[in-house]
């Protein structure tokens, strides 16, 4: 296993699998975030829930997984520009492969510049403001429209980024075959469309319905 | 039917004298090719009229020009191995294209498969990948019986397609990664699949990747664009297989 980690099949199993792992974190964030549609107190409840110690316990490793995610991405991508010294003139790569499957570094940089922000904003708020009710806090901060659309967009961006993500996780750990690869493209675009959709229904809801 | 005559084409051709060399683009006019000319007897018409011209012809690789060989490269208008799908740059024709075209030509772009001189770039990367691993170990004999292993027929017919593959580099070289993972994958799969092979398959695995993370290709992303451009169209499945062949061969270590 020594040289595993450095292998470059080793570093894309990192990523697959901290990608697999931050797929779960979303489950789990976009169901508590639903329950904004069913009432303020389903909310509320969710959230208290989500503060007890040993949910508490899993932060660190969910923020370990964000920067593993993060720092290998960066390294094989930086190690890819360097594998191609003088570009193509010309590249139709439109015609052999996805949008989103090129530019999974760039999607998943914005969704990063998201998380920063969400960070600064709610998720701050959430650990360290006096907020008497979460469910209050959360419609008015995005019924203002700059952040509503900023969300909506980040959500969109994280359904691309998905639509690749999840099945290649599995290709990279060997879960995949003829068969398989197309059942987990279709599965991929429906976690893909339901974080998409899910994220910036929300969002929606609250800038339509909120004043 | 006479074939249709193409009266004029713009070539935008890469040269490099050498190696060391610093390329450059050079445009050319070639006239009257006929669209059932081959996209290399095309290059072919160039070089005679260059040699009339007192020109140094453009040196580009050829062997079979039937589609088996895998010398042939080229990445000709944006794709490796041209527009056409499933086939080698010998088995593609004019009449893909229209009078009065531009087309770009350009050697495989890869740090791995350096420009040695116009559109000929080295690909002996893919030689010392196959050295680390790509074969199996046989103690001379008698030959065995055809039958005297018995192999599933999915599996012969898997690892056949996998067998497909020519070498070309064109996975390396449409690959936004520069990653030989399709070729790599091609040849560990083919003999994992089957009995002789199996019997090496953690050693070659691990052998074949080392080899072609120290050659300096790059990390696959499963864009499956290598896939689309293979001339024999090799399916990424082949690499699913490689990345349990490796993880398996890792996790024993």
Request: include cysteine; charged fraction near 20%.
């Amino acid at each position: 296993m020594s040289n595993f980690l450095t292998s470059s099949i080793g570093k894309k199993v990192i990523m697959s699998l901290s990608g697999l792992f931050l797929i779960l974190f979303l489950c789990v964030h976009l169901s508590v975030n639903l329950l904004l549609l069913v009432s303020e107190e389903a909310f509320n409840a969710g959230c208290d829930f989500m503060a007890l110690p040993f949910i508490k316990v899993i932060e660190p490793v969910l923020a370990l997984g964000f920067i593993v995610h993060i720092i290998w991405a960066s390294v094989l991508t930086i190690q890819n520009q360097k594998a191609r010294p003088a570009k193509y003139a010309k590249r139709c790569q439109s015609q052999n492969c996805t949008w989103a499957s090129r530019n999974m570094y760039i999607l998943g940089a914005l969704v990063l510049a998201f998380l920063a922000l969400h960070i600064a904003t709610v998720w701050y708020q959430f650990k360290f403001g006096e907020i008497t009710s979460h469910y209050e806090f959360v419609s008015s901060f995005l019924k203002q429209p700059c952040f509503g659309v900023i969300y909506i967009i980040a959500a969109i961006l994280l359904g691309l980024h998905i639509t690749h993500g999840f099945w290649s996780a599995f290709q990279t750990i060997g879960f995949s075959n003829d068969i398989w690869r197309k059942r987990l493209e279709c599965i991929a675009y429906f976690f893909a469309f339901v974080f998409a959709a899910g994220f910036s229904i929300i969002p929606l809801y609250f800038m339509i319905f909120g004043n | 039917m006479a074939d249709k005559i193409l009266k004029e084409l713009t070539l935008k051709i890469w040269r490099q004298k050498d190696a060391k060399s610093q390329g450059g683009f050079k445009t050319y006019k070639v006239h009257n090719i006929s669209t059932g000319t081959s996209f290399l007897e095309m290059l072919d018409i160039l070089n005679e009229q260059l040699v009339e011209q007192n020109e140094e012809p453009v040196a580009f690789d050829h062997d079979c020009r039937e589609g088996i060989c895998g010398t042939c490269s080229l990445f000709v208008d944006g794709r490796a191995h041209g527009p056409d799908d499933d086939v080698t740059t010998c088995q593609l024709h004019m009449r893909r294209f229209e009078d009065g075209a531009t087309i770009t030509i350009e050697p495989w772009r890869c740090g791995a498969f350096p420009v040695i001189k116009d559109l000929i770039v080295d690909r002996k990367a893919y030689d010392k990948i196959l050295q680390a691993g790509g074969y199996v170990s046989v103690n001379t004999g008698g030959v065995p019986d055809a039958n005297a292993i018995p192999i599933a027929n999915d599996k012969a017919e898997e690892a056949m397609d996998a067998a497909a593959c020519i070498g070309c580099g064109a996975c390396a070289a449409t690959c936004k990664n520069s990653s030989a993972m399709l070729f790599v994958a091609a040849k560990v799969s083919q003999l994992a699949l089957l009995p002789q092979g199996k019997i090496e398959a953690a050693r070659r695995a691990k052998a074949m990747v080392a080899k072609m993370d120290e050659l300096g290709f790059g990390n696959c992303t499963n864009t499956g664009a290598c896939e689309m451009e293979c001339p024999k169209s090799i399916s990424i499945s082949h690499i699913a297989r490689l990345n349990r062949e490796f993880l398996k061969a890792k996790l024993k270590d």
